[in-house]
């Protein structure tokens, strides 16, 4: 089993998805409205920035697609590690 060590001092954001990987969030650009976003770290990717109907908040949600997975802004932890 490979073992790897996240450079938490990229890291500005996290959305945990189970109890081995989260979403993280490495920069905002709001000039191009889009996110440098991860799962664990590996192969960041910019991510366009978009609204989705959230039926547990019953509104449309600012948030981003990574993959297949819709990530909404709200349920985003701030993470103080970023530089």
């Known amino acids: 089993m490979e073992s790897a060590v996240i ?9 945990p998805i ?21 799962i664990n770290g590996k192969n960041p990717e910019w991510c ?13 949600e600012l948030g981003f697609h990574l993959g297949e997975l819709f990530i909404p802004f709200c349920e985003v932890m701030r993470f103080y590690g970023g530089t």
């Not at 920035?49 to 509104?59: A, D, F, I, P, V």
């Open 7 to 15: 450079d938490l001092k990229t890291v500005i954001g996290v959305y």
């Open 48 to 60: 366009g920035l978009t609204e989705e109907y959230l039926e547990t908040s019953g509104e449309l």
């Open 18 to 38: 189970c109890n081995t990987g989260s979403v993280l969030v490495h920069a905002i650009d709001y000039t191009e409205d889009r996110v440098l976003a991860s």
